[in-house]
């Protein structure tokens, strides 16, 4: 089945102690994008990548890191995750660049305390 | 700043009844546009996509989109209480590397 694979769904965790979200693909897709989604402001982008290696911010990259050093996979890091990180984060992965419609994980709720 | 505007509602309507959902955008150069859907606590799922001007129906959905006055919305007709949801619009914008935008969402209820 062509799916968005994202792990864990729910994580709780402390400020400070590094955490990282896993996002595997299984349709050969180039392009993967990390979005979160808090209440009244909708989907923003974290960061992208368009294809192995080649990755770039989004609208809201600080605090973040990510990684494409293979095509399926595309993980977000949060070195020192703060209770402002608190949202549903969500990947999203689609064939190409352009014109390609996303495909969404289902998504993993992050709590910081 | 490009952004992206939906009211965010909520909008109820009957069952039967057409929905009507709006989205405008601010970057005259758009060329792509998608209206996904998205049931509390899961992810969003893609209904339509439009690329030109005019009407683009499928099935029950029709997308409608208006490149001169910037705005693109959505019609559902027949509308069923398994439609309740939050409906996104999101745009690409030009100049952008695959930068798309998502508006904050119209959530619709379908009343039985």
């Known amino acids: 089945e062509a799916q968005v694979t994202q792990n864990p769904r729910y994580l709780i965790t402390v400020t400070g102690k590094k955490l990282t979200v896993t996002c595997s693909q299984n349709m050969n897709h180039e392009y993967m994008s990390w979005y979160r989604q808090d209440p009244g402001l909708g989907l923003r982008q974290i960061y992208y990548?368009?294809?192995?290696?080649?990755?770039d911010k989004g609208d809201v990259p600080e605090g973040y890191k990510v990684s494409r050093k293979e095509k399926r996979n595309f993980p977000l890091i949060l070195e020192s995750p703060s209770p402002n990180q608190t949202s549903l984060y969500f990947c999203?992965?689609?064939?190409?660049?352009?014109?390609?419609?996303?495909?969404f994980g289902n998504g993993t709720r992050l709590t910081v305390t | 700043q490009k952004e992206v505007e939906q009211n965010s509602g909520p909008l109820s309507v009957p069952e039967g009844a057409i929905a009507s959902l709006n989205c405008t955008y601010s970057d005259r150069g758009s060329q792509s546009f998608f209206w996904y859907r998205q049931y509390s606590g899961k992810s969003p799922e893609l209904i339509m996509s439009i690329y030109s001007n005019g009407d683009k129906e499928d099935g029950r959905f029709t997308a409608q989109l208006n490149k001169a006055s910037q705005y693109v919305s959505l019609l559902i007709r027949d509308s069923q209480p398994s439609d309740s949801a939050t409906y996104l619009c999101?745009?690409?914008?030009?100049?952008?590397?695959?930068?798309?935008?998502f508006g904050s969402g119209t959530q619709l209820t379908v009343l039985p």
């Open positions: 999101a745009v690409m914008f030009t100049g952008s590397a695959r930068q798309l935008t």
């Open positions: 999203a992965s689609s064939l190409q660049q352009f014109n390609s419609p996303l495909h």
């Open positions: 990548s368009m294809n192995v290696e080649v990755t």
